[in-house]
């Protein structure tokens, strides 16, 4: 099923929303937070979403990210669901999604099968920890995210993924015990083992501090040197547009609310 590009442009407009609210209580809380993965390479090529992007992207670190749960479900609008495994019973995933209440999606990877959790438009929120710079967690780093993904419910990146939480719950608490915090600035930043899509390894001070850049006529915040950040997520020239038959959209169907 083909998405008309207007009902497309209505959901990222309604994505939009959630990020200005986000943004916000952010910033009353003083909690940090960057455009990630696709959504920080529309900010960077598009100065907005790229045009046939289908959510958006966030990290934290681990400790605001932490402090952003306990205060989301009495701080977001009526307009925004908080979903985790704890207000979502059947939700499969380990990170935090932000579910649209005014716009529904159906991924690729959820056509024809039963989905019973929340399926609204959505915001990724990832939580980002620090390891030393050294062979043997770049080794313990990679070998342990094969792991996680092999025991990860199947998403677009973890197509052949089982969903064993017990297994991975135990997989991520074992990376987490290797987070050393953010005094030593030689320590490289990485994705938590919450969200099992991506594993890659930046620069502390090609991160932080934060810069604002350009997002659909607005500010967000990103990482200090966006290039650095793009780099070592994708393997391509991320400032050339894909061929067209190359420019996906993740979803299968969006519906917009009346």
Request: hydrophobic share 40%; charged share 25%.
């Amino acid at each position: 099923m083909s998405i008309d590009p207007k009902t497309l442009r209505q959901a990222q407009r309604i994505m939009l929303e959630m990020l200005v609210e986000f943004d916000a209580l952010c910033r009353e809380y003083g909690l940090k937070y960057w455009l990630d993965s696709g959504t920080l390479l529309g900010a960077v090529r598009h100065q907005g979403f790229i045009p046939w992007d289908d959510d958006i992207d966030l990290s934290m670190p681990v400790e605001d990210y932490e402090k952003f749960q306990s205060i989301a479900k009495e701080a977001l609008s009526s307009d925004i669901f908080f979903q985790t495994k704890q207000t979502d019973k059947a939700f499969l995933f380990d990170y935090i999604k932000l579910r649209s209440n005014k716009a529904s999606i159906v991924e690729f990877h959820e056509k024809g099968r039963e989905v019973n959790y929340h399926q609204g438009v959505f915001i990724d929120i990832f939580p980002m920890r620090t390891l030393p710079d050294t062979s043997f967690h770049h080794n313990y780093y990679r070998d342990i995210f094969k792991l996680i993904r092999a025991t990860s419910a199947v998403s677009l990146h973890t197509p052949k993924g089982h969903d064993l939480p017990q297994s991975r719950k135990r997989l991520v608490e074992s990376l987490s015990l290797m987070h050393e915090g953010w005094e030593n600035k030689n320590n490289k930043v990485v994705y938590g083992g919450e969200m099992p899509d991506v594993a890659a390894w930046f620069d502390q001070n090609k991160i932080f501090p934060l810069k604002k850049m350009a997002f659909e006529g607005m500010e967000f915040p990103v990482p200090h040197d966006p290039d650095h950040y793009l780099e070592n997520i994708y393997s391509f020239d991320y400032m050339q547009l894909p061929p067209p038959e190359k420019r996906i959209i993740h979803a299968h169907e969006v519906i917009i609310h009346p």
